[in-house]
């Protein structure tokens, strides 16, 4: 018997300040039920997968029930009593596929990634009474350097309430030292393959989104999921992370043209965000 093909699709819901993915995919589900009862339901093999994003829901169903999956997202128009509107913004036959169109998306829309970044930065750390900034990475392995990169660089100015750790790669190392400091939040700059472009930056504002689409460059000795959970249960702290897509990890010193950049930049969002808290 032969595969069953299958289609990826990524949706986001507008019109809304905050829409969980799981309440979106419970949504769209109740449009199925709707529109097609159990037995079309059944047919469609639909299924979420996990995303990294907190807004984009990606989700994996049968090639031949794509037209009712689209249909039953243009019929889904309220979550929890409010009114929504979901976008399809990429489909594809295969998940890398999909990553690659859906990140030429976001970069037609929103082309400037780096203020973005600064943005949601911002709000995160809006609450913020004390914050511990972890630089994670290898010296020696090129762009893998951008997070002690931006931390070191961050050093040169004097922040209040403000610790910056360069962890190389061992940030189990301090974890003693960040819970002594009893921080609110905790920033962890990292290089990882996240599916985008050299340099670009993905902010996840949470451990949990750091998932399947999110891997670490360095070999640490404790892999980074585990750190920040553990972290985060021990420091009883917010835990983000700022994961930057690297050009190259070959052994060598400096990083590559556009992660430099983008190192650069961070360090400037990080310095106006920090001197005006």
């Known amino acids: 018997m032969r595969n069953e093909k299958r289609r990826y699709l990524a949706v986001k819901a507008e019109d809304t300040k905050q829409t969980d993915t799981r309440d979106l995919m419970s949504a769209i589900w109740d449009s199925i039920y709707r529109l097609f009862g159990e037995v079309g339901a059944s047919k469609t093999s639909l299924s979420r997968i996990r995303s990294d994003d907190d807004e984009i829901l990606i989700l994996r169903c049968s090639h031949k029930a794509l037209s009712m999956v689209r249909a039953a997202i243009a019929a889904t128009t309220e979550i929890h009593g409010q009114t929504v509107t979901i976008r399809v913004l990429a489909v594809s036959g295969t998940l890398n596929a999909l990553r690659k169109k859906l990140t030429h998306t976001t970069e037609k829309s929103n082309p400037g990634q780096p203020r973005n970044l600064e943005k949601l930065l911002r709000n995160w750390l809006r609450e913020a009474k004390k914050t511990v900034v972890v630089g994670v990475g290898n010296d020696l392995r090129m762009d893998d ?51 985008l472009h050299p340099g ?52 060598g010193e400096g990083m590559s043209k556009r992660v430099k950049c983008t190192a650069e930049k961070l360090r400037t969002s990080l310095e106006r965000i920090f001197t005006k808290s």
């Open 145 to 195: 350097s951008i997070g002690i990169s931006v931390v070191r660089s961050l050093k040169n100015s004097a922040f209040s309430n403000v610790m910056l750790i360069e962890s190389e790669t061992v940030p189990e190392s301090f974890i003693e030292s960040i819970v002594e400091f009893s921080p609110t939040h905790v920033l962890v700059i990292d290089a990882g393959l996240v599916g």
């Open 200 to 251: 670009q930056a993905k902010f996840l504002k949470s451990v949990k989104r750091l998932g399947p689409l999110t891997t670490a460059v360095s070999s640490h000795a404790l892999p980074l999921r585990l750190f920040c959970e553990y972290l985060e249960k021990a420091a009883n702290a917010k835990v983000g992370l700022v994961i930057v897509q690297p050009e190259t990890t070959d052994f």
